[in-house]
C-alpha cells in the first residue's frame, strides 16, 4: 500500500491570510509523463468530498486560482491564498498510482480563528 | 449536467444484507471508474473499491475483500455496494466517486451525494 500523510491535523487560520497542508506519500508519486499522481480533496462539513486538484498542480474545473499546489515524487503542498470562511472544511490529499488500491490521507481539519 | 445519484439512508439490524446504489447520468458510463468511499462517523474517508463498468472487473481494499461486494448493471447506469451479513462497524456514510478509465489519473472527479448506513440492533 502507499501510506499519505498529512500535516497538520488541525489548521487555525485568519481570515485573508494564507494557510499550508503537506502531503507525504510513503512511494514516488512521479510517473513517466512527468506527472505526479496525487489529488487534492475538499469535503465542506456536511458535504459531499470534492476534487481540488489533480495530477499534483492542477485545478479542477471551478476551482479559485486562491488554491495552489505543488510538489513532486513523494512531498506535496497545497496552499490557499487569502482565505475565506467558505474554505473550512477538512482537506484530504490522495495518491492516484495505485488505482487497484487508492489512498486518501488522514485529513487536515481548516478552520477560522 | 454529470451526476451520481445514491440511494436513500438506511436503517439495518447486524447480520441482515444490504445493497446501496450509485446511479451515473450525463456521461458515457462505460468510460469511467466507480469507486465506494466510506466514512466512519467523524473519520476520513477511506478507499473501499472500484469497479469497471465496461467489464465489471473489480478491486477491493485488502481490508473489506470478502466482507462487501461491488457490482454493476451497465444496461442502468448503475453501480452498487452490498452487504450479505452487516456489522455493527458497517455504520458509517458510504459515497461513489467516478475516475475516468486508463492509465492518466485525473481524480475523482464527481461524487455522489452519500448514503447513510445505520446499523443497530
Known amino acids: 500500500d502507499i501510506v499519505m500523510t498529512q500535516s497538520p491535523l488541525f489548521l487555525p487560520v485568519t481570515p485573508g491570510e494564507s494557510a499550508s497542508i503537506s502531503c507525504r506519500s510513503s512511494?514516488?508519486?512521479?510517473?513517466?509523463?512527468?506527472?505526479?499522481?496525487l489529488d487534492w480533496y475538499l469535503q465542506k462539513p456536511g458535504h459531499s468530498p470534492q476534487l481540488l486538484i489533480y495530477?499534483?498542480?492542477i485545478r479542477a474545473s471551478g476551482v479559485p486560482d486562491r488554491f495552489s499546489a505543488s510538489g513532486s515524487g513523494t512531498d506535496f503542498t497545497l496552499k490557499i491564498s487569502r482565505v475565506e470562511a467558505d474554505d473550512v472544511g477538512v482537506y484530504y490529499c490522495?495518491?492516484?498510482?495505485?488505482?487497484?488500491?487508492?489512498?486518501f490521507g488522514g485529513g487536515t481539519k481548516l478552520e477560522i480563528k | 449536467e454529470v451526476q451520481l445519484v445514491q440511494s436513500g439512508a438506511e436503517v439495518k439490524k447486524p447480520g441482515e444484507s444490504l445493497r446501496i446504489s450509485c446511479k451515473g447520468s450525463?456521461?458515457?458510463?462505460?468510460?469511467?471508474?466507480i469507486s465506494w468511499v466510506r466514512q466512519m462517523p467523524g473519520k476520513g474517508l477511506e478507499w473501499m473499491g472500484k469497479?469497471?463498468?465496461?467489464?465489471?472487473?473489480?478491486n477491493y481494499s485488502p481490508s473489506l475483500q470478502g466482507h462487501i461486494t461491488i457490482s454493476v448493471d451497465k444496461s442502468i447506469n448503475t453501480a452498487y455496494l452490498q452487504w450479505n451479513s452487516l456489522k455493527a462497524s458497517d455504520a458509517a456514510m458510504y459515497y461513489c466517486?467516478?475516475?475516468?478509465?486508463?492509465?492518466?489519473?485525473?481524480?475523482?472527479?464527481?461524487w455522489g451525494q452519500g448514503t447513510t448506513v445505520n446499523v443497530s440492533s
Open positions: 466517486a467516478r475516475s475516468i478509465r486508463g492509465t492518466m489519473w485525473v481524480g475523482l472527479d464527481v
Open positions: 450525463g456521461y458515457s458510463f462505460t468510460s469511467y471508474w
Open positions: 469497479i469497471d463498468p465496461s467489464d465489471s472487473e473489480t
Open positions: 512511494q514516488s508519486l512521479l510517473q513517466s509523463n512527468r506527472y505526479s499522481y
Open positions: 495530477l499534483g498542480s
Open positions: 490522495m495518491q492516484g498510482v495505485q488505482t487497484a488500491l487508492l489512498t
